[in-house]
T-cell receptor, first 116, second 112 residues
Framework: AQTVTQSQPEMSVQEAETVTLSCTYD???????LFWYKQPPSRQMILVIR??????QNATENRFSVNFQKAAKSFSLKISDSQLGDAAMYFC?????????????FGKGTRLHILP | KAGVTQTPRYLIKTRGQQVTLSCSPI?????VSWYQQTPGQGLQFLFE???????NKGNFPGRFSGRQFSNSRSEMNVSTLELGDSALYLC???????????FGPGTRLTVL
């Protein structure tokens, strides 16, 4: 069965510092996508970054980047120059492109606190 | 483009009642997925609709059902509500279901 594990329920980082959120996944499929979503308190879930499994190059979106280790099934998110607005719950998700009932699985989330 | 909208935003029901939640996807998106979010279980996939057909279904009892209309709007119904159904219900839309999902603000359901 497909699983996504976020081993850090909570993390804190000083403003302007760098933080890395961990995610490991398990899938039997060769074709899949990986996502990081951000859910600020009482606000909408939004996409942070996405990675296609067939791409070796790590995705980057401004201050957000991933370290995608396909063989190790690891997909960590690095946030550089942390800002107060980065405080949120972060969810890692694995999306398998074959049509199946467990097509998308989310991790339990990591709550990120930004310390001023 | 307007984002995903969900109505109502908040609902309070009592045990045994039924409830219908609505989701309007981003214009042009044909896939709508529903999720239940609780502090204990996190985000759990309920089902996905694509072109008015249920394409995938998560591991939820038959009390949870849905449908999709020709304009891609989707509704989710929960019958015989239980206290454990209290949750944030999120809807997400995507173009084909194989790309990025865009989430709505959610409907907060409280069952008393």
């Amino acid at each position: 069965a497909q699983t996504v594990t976020q081993s850090q329920p909570e993390m804190s980082v000083q403003e302007a510092e760098t933080v890395t959120l961990s995610c490991t996944y398990d899938t039997s499929e060769s074709d899949y996508y990986l996502f990081w979503y951000k859910q600020p308190p009482s606000r909408q879930m939004i996409l942070v970054i996405r990675q296609e499994a067939y791409k070796q190059q790590n995705a980057t979106e401004n201050r957000f980047s991933v370290n995608f280790q396909k063989a190790a099934k690891s997909f960590s998110l690095k946030i550089s120059d942390s800002q107060l607005g980065d405080a949120a719950m972060y969810f890692c998700a694995c999306f398998q492109t074959p049509n199946r009932d467990d097509k998308i699985i989310f991790g339990k989330g990591t709550r990120l606190h930004i310390l001023p | 483009k307007a984002g995903v909208t969900q109505t109502p935003r908040y609902l309070i029901k009592t045990r045994g009642q039924q409830v219908t939640l609505s989701c309007s996807p981003i214009s042009g998106h044909r896939s709508v997925s529903w999720y239940q979010q609780t502090p204990g279980q996190g985000l759990q996939f309920l089902f996905e609709y694509f072109s008015e057909t249920q394409r995938n279904k998560g591991n939820f009892p038959g009390r949870f059902s849905g449908r999709q209309f020709s304009n891609s709007r989707s509704e989710m119904n929960v019958s015989t509500l239980e206290l454990g159904d209290s949750a944030l219900y999120l809807c997400a839309s995507s173009g084909s279901g194989t790309d990025t999902q865009y989430f709505g603000p959610g409907t907060r359901l409280t069952v008393l």
